[in-house]
């Protein structure tokens, strides 16, 4: 009797989702898998654990068979948090979640980062878990510019005199003496400087000051 050729299968048994591996079998001459393949190495995509069978023929006619499971790991699913809408000079911190090691596009690799950008701009991070899975994902920064804020009024007073300063370009104010309407009357009894803050809808603040001169009496 003729001795049944010993078939074995070779190749990478654990694959991430979407990935492909390809298994040889050997120690036969002809080699038939279970999916109609004829040759000795196939390549395959599973996307669940599947067991693959190869029967080999030797030069005597004889057959033997041999299966390999390919076990298929889940993809990380990668998130973003963090504040996503800022002003301008402003910063936020990005925390990526849902896997063990990550790679931002900046070149950082630490779960989160503190960007400042000056513009609306996207985000991206690849997050690598522990079976060396890996996914991405992205997030965008909206940038809101700070308004421009001005201050409108006579700057030149007589000693008892009053003046009327106007801030505009925002939708609240906050003086440095306290006013937070957007006209304040003021009578100062020396040249002074005032400064306003002003406020938009999209909670961005800029300043702005206005010298007051305070000429004395003949």
Partial sequence: NNA?????????STICFGKSTTLTASGATSYSWKGGQTTAAVTVSPTVNTDYTVTGTDANSCTASATATVTVNSLPSISITGT????????TTLTASGAVSYSWNGGQTTAAVTVSPTATV?????????NSCSSSTSQSVTVNALPTVSVSGTSTICNGASTTLTASGATDYSWNNGETNAAVTVTPSSSVTYTVTGTDGN????????????????
């Fill in 203 to 218: 909670s961005c603040s800029a300043s702005a000051t206005k010298a007051v001169t305070v000429n004395s009496l003949p």
């Fill in 122 to 130: 996207t985000y991206y991070v690849t997050g690598t878990d522990g």
């Fill in 4 to 12: 049944l050729p010993t078939v074995s299968i070779s190749g990478t």
């Fill in 84 to 91: 996503t809408t800022i002003c301008n000079g402003k910063s």
